[in-house]
């Protein structure tokens, strides 16, 4: 079992940056990527970014946060976090950090980025 809590949400006025954290726990040896994931209201969870652990392969991108957003992480700590820059409106959603573990995909229990016009 892997254990995930965000933080670093908030409001922040567009063009603003946040940056949010995932500290995870438990059996944590063996995950293979984490990522982050956002639902904004009314719409369908997509995925943010995702990084690579076990293969080392390069973050991956959602089209409409490349170039804004980064993704990282501490081993020592064992927490990722989101680095957003340039925050637009359309950012606004509830964001929840993912670890895949033996085919298994865990969720936090998600934080909420609210960006204002």
């Known amino acids: 079992q892997v254990q995930l809590v965000e933080s670093g949400g908030g409001l922040v006025q567009a063009g603003g940056s946040l940056r949010l954290s995932c500290a995870a726990s438990g059996i944590i040896f063996s995950i293979n990527r984490m990522g982050w994931y956002r639902q904004a209201t009314g719409k369908e969870r997509e995925l943010v970014a995702v990084?690579?652990?076990?293969?080392?392969?390069?973050?991956n991108y959602a089209d409409s946060v490349k170039g804004r957003f980064t993704i990282s992480r501490d081993n020592t700590k064992n927490t990722v976090y989101l680095q957003m820059n340039s925050l637009k409106p359309e950012d606004t959603a509830v964001y929840y950090c993912?670890?895949?573990?033996?085919?298994?995909?865990?969720w936090g229990e998600g934080t909420l980025v609210t960006v204002s016009s």
């Open positions: 993912t670890a895949t573990m033996s085919g298994a995909i865990y």
């Open positions: 990084i690579h652990i076990t293969s080392g392969n390069l973050p």
